[in-house]
């Protein structure tokens, strides 16, 4: 579920996902009414002939004005292209504000580091955590290079300590050690601060 989606069902009439703006929707169902400037008459006029002729559009964004000469039928094969891109839209924009994209957006680095910072939450904010933690590497971690997680407890604790390989076994190996970790060595004033410079001092590591 990508925008390259949208380009691919495009293709299919014969189009690109680039070939739907207004216009060049507009260029392609018709020719812009032209003005000129008149020496005799020191002023810019429009010409008439098409007055009355073709049905007419105009753009509020410039003003400009389009003679439509395309049929029904090409007109309405836009309408199906635009409505099938906005669908394809939608679709993205609920897959981009679903499950772990939610709450972290997309990572889109391949190496990455997550510091887990979690403060004073109380036991059951500690395990909802934990669970939206779970959801991120089983579902987007999985799909990049590298990965590493920092603790900033009392006692900075890193899961790895380099950036490691993704596989299913690092992930689920990363899902355990979460899982394992003691609620109540969480607090400390310091160590975020601590835990983000160590992350940074893996050279490997892109966000």
Not at 73 to 84: A, N, P, R, S
Not at 168 to 181: I, N, P, Q, Y
Request: aromatic share 10%; with cysteine; charged share 20%.
């Amino acid at each position: 579920q990508s925008l390259v989606s949208s380009s691919e069902w495009l293709q299919c009439y014969g189009l690109k996902r680039n070939k739907l703006s207004l216009s060049q929707i507009l260029s392609q169902i018709g020719f812009q009414h032209r003005k000129d400037y008149v020496t005799a008459l020191g002023k810019t006029v429009a010409s008439r002939y098409a007055d009355g002729l073709f049905p007419q559009y105009k753009r509020a964004q410039d003003g400009s004005v389009y003679n439509l000469t395309a049929k029904k039928e090409l007109i309405l094969h836009f309408v199906d292209c635009l409505m099938g891109a906005i669908e394809l839209y939608k679709q993205r924009m609920e897959w981009l504000t679903s499950e772990s994209r939610q709450i972290f957006g997309v990572i889109q680095e391949r190496c990455i580091v997550i510091v887990l910072d979690f403060g004073t939450a109380a036991p059951a904010e500690f395990d909802l955590c934990r669970d939206a933690l779970s959801m991120v590497l089983v579902e987007q971690v999985i799909q990049i290079a590298r990965f590493n997680l920092i603790w900033a407890a009392q006692d900075l604790t890193k899961w790895q300590q380099k950036s490691t390989p993704v596989s299913e076994h690092t992930v689920k190996a990363a899902v355990m050690w979460l899982w394992k970790l003691d609620h109540m060595t969480a607090v400390s004033h310091t160590n975020p601060a601590e835990a983000l410079l160590e992350a940074m001092g893996d050279e490997a590591v892109s966000s």
